[in-house]
């Protein structure tokens, strides 16, 4: 048989390299056309796995990225047989990831479970038992300096790495490098052209609203029409509350009630009054709240408050913020119309108190303008409220008054109603009722009857607006009552009996208003400590921040005044009634007409 040629033998094993490193040229150069695929990048990483497992002939080839948690997170993988393998996370500082993350280079270990120079994970170690590896290549994936993932090959017996091998896979690694920050950067320009159009369709979306809601002030709408609006845009259930927190529109598209701001929103409510800024919390019963001060400068006029499934983004947080602004501007609007048909009903009741009666017909015709026949009041009433202001209160007043064919305003301070009543008990506490329910506080309400053939109203206005502030004076600030129910305190109230009421005080009072005045003392005071502590000298002198001689000796020089009978029950009885009416007189003579 003829020899074999030694020559051939040298001849065949180049032309087989060269046929081989043809086909890793070939495979490299498929594989980088493929990163031409921007947005598939599992694909592309599939694909690269796939041709280095194909070259490298090992029995697992599989690439691995670092997450959030620095852990190596498997991406793409060719031989795998155990589903364990497939999703396993490695601690970035142990096994051979570990040492080429340190090293920035290429490392390989014949056999990785005995391999003592590594740290070992043991969890990891049985995946690799399990899947059967032995042998393990390692090669970075680098950003520039940083490695960000790891490209594996892996045989399920002992062996070493050659330096071809070495530099094929990392030839696979590189071009993994490139899909991989090929695709984040796409990914991001996908993100930022998706975050501009949302940014476009959001302000196109925010001009359309901010024009709907111009709209409803241009053409006189209110709040139940901005409520309407925000319910249409954003969902939920709408709820505005004016100055006083009292609910004045509310949406029903969704179950429960509109809750005041109070109740469990004040909190957020300071911090929107002071920010100007929506502010969103959650109850317990998985609705959010979003709540918008509405303010005019330094001037807080009320809430308006969405309720809803889901927090609100930012985009929905700034309409609710507009919304409140438009508010404001038709609150400002509404109150400037508010406050000049005030002032005109004031300067009519004050001409219809002031002017003589009968009315001339110029006064008349102004009224009957209003719907109004003021020739048929038979009834003044005055009102007080200490929790509010008399403008807020008389604002209330007007909608009753509207209810009885009245007239109210406010007259030299004072909250004044006119009407026609025949039970005039009656309406009074029908209008206390009302304006209580209104006002959520304290109202005190005082009528007067009108004479029919009375000069002017001034009197009657003046007996009310006294006899509430002797009401006021002795505790009562919630009822509803009349001038005529209180003839006992009338010589204080009547101006036309003010002789009288001199004349009684001096009568009984007059030696020790007189020694006041002259020693500068204030006797009367202990007087009516005296009396308001059932003539218990104690608490007299507790009262009076004194000591009991003190108030003794006061008393003696009262007797002296007055007589050592002073306490017998004919004459206490008549000096008790002075003290009240002087110290009631005192009080009223302050910011009252007379």
């Not at 100055?243 to 598209?253: G, I, P, S, Y």
Request: net charge negative; proline share 4%; aromatic share 4%.
């Amino acid at each position: 048989m003829p020899g074999v040629d030694s020559t051939d033998s040298e001849t065949a094993e180049p032309a087989d390299r060269r046929r081989r490193r043809e086909r890793e040229l070939s495979s490299l150069y498929a594989t980088a056309r493929s990163l031409t695929a921007l947005g598939e990048v599992d694909m592309v990483l599939a694909s690269i796995v796939r041709h280095a497992h194909e070259l490298m002939g090992t029995d697992v080839t599989y690439l691995s990225v670092f997450d959030p948690h620095s852990e190596l997170t498997l991406r793409a993988v060719e031989g795998s047989l155990s589903p364990a393998f497939r999703s396993a996370h490695v601690p970035a500082d142990t096994g051979v990831g570990g040492r080429v993350v340190q090293t920035q280079a290429a490392f390989w270990v014949g056999n990785y479970l005995t391999d003592t120079t590594l740290v070992h994970d043991p969890d990891f170690d049985r995946i690799l038992v399990d899947e059967g590896i032995v042998a393990l290549l390692g090669v970075p994936l680098r950003d520039g300096p940083r490695v960000f993932g790891i490209l594996f090959a892996a045989d399920r017996i002992e062996r070493r790495f050659h330096i071809d091998e070495v530099a094929l896979l990392s030839a696979f690694a590189d071009h993994a490098a490139v899909a991989l920050q090929n695709a984040r950067l796409y990914q991001e320009s996908r993100q930022a052209l998706a975050d501009l159009r949302q940014a476009y369709s959001t302000i196109e979306r925010s001009g359309q609203v901010h024009e709907a809601l111009t709209q409803a002030v241009l053409t006189g709408g209110g709040a139940r029409e901005i409520a309407d609006l925000l319910v249409t845009v954003l969902g939920g259930r709408v709820a505005i509350y004016d100055r006083d927190e009292h609910l004045l529109v509310t949406t029903a598209n969704v179950p429960g009630e509109a809750d005041s701001p109070a109740d469990g929103l004040q909190t957020s409510l300071a911090e929107s009054r002071r920010s100007g800024r929506c502010v969103t919390v959650a109850d317990g019963a998985g609705q959010f709240h979003s709540l918008v001060a509405i303010l005019a400068g330094d001037s807080y006029l009320g809430a308006v408050v969405l309720s809803h499934t889901d927090t609100p983004a930012e985009a929905e947080a700034r309409t609710l913020e507009r919304a409140s602004q438009v508010l404001a501007l038709m609150t400002l609007k509404q109150n400037a119309v508010v406050e000049a048909e005030d002032r005109v009903r004031g300067e009519l009741l004050t001409e219809v108190i002031t002017s003589p009666r009968p009315y001339s017909a110029e006064l008349a015709a102004r009224a009957e303008a209003r719907h109004l026949r003021i020739d048929d009041f038979d009834t003044l009433l005055v009102l007080d409220c200490p929790s509010l202001r008399p403008a807020d209160l008389t604002r209330r007043l007007h909608g009753v008054a509207d209810e009885w064919s009245a007239l109210a305003g406010i007259h030299l301070g004072t909250p004044t109603m006119l009407l026609r009543a025949d039970d005039r008990d009656a309406a009074a506490a029908a209008i206390h009722r009302r304006l209580r329910a209104l006002v959520r506080a304290p109202v005190l309400v005082c009528v007067t009857p009108v004479a029919a053939t009375a000069e002017n109203l001034r009197r009657p206005f003046t007996l009310a607006a006294r006899c509430s502030k002797i009401l006021r004076n002795v505790g009562v600030n919630d009822k509803a009552t009349s001038t005529t129910h209180l003839g006992i305190y009338a010589t204080v109230f009547d101006p036309d009996r003010g002789d009288d009421l001199r004349v009684f005080i001096t009568d009984t009072l007059g030696a020790v208003l007189a020694y006041d005045r002259r020693r500068n003392t204030d006797l009367v005071t202990t007087l009516a400590a005296y009396f308001d502590n059932s003539a218990n000298l104690t608490r007299a002198s507790k009262a009076l921040h004194v000591h009991m001689n003190t108030l003794v000796k006061r008393l003696d020089r009262i007797a002296a005044l007055i007589g050592d009978d002073w306490q017998q029950p004919d004459n206490a009885l008549p000096l008790q009634l002075a003290v009240r009416l002087h110290t009631l007189t005192r009080e009223l003579d302050s910011g009252l007409p007379g």
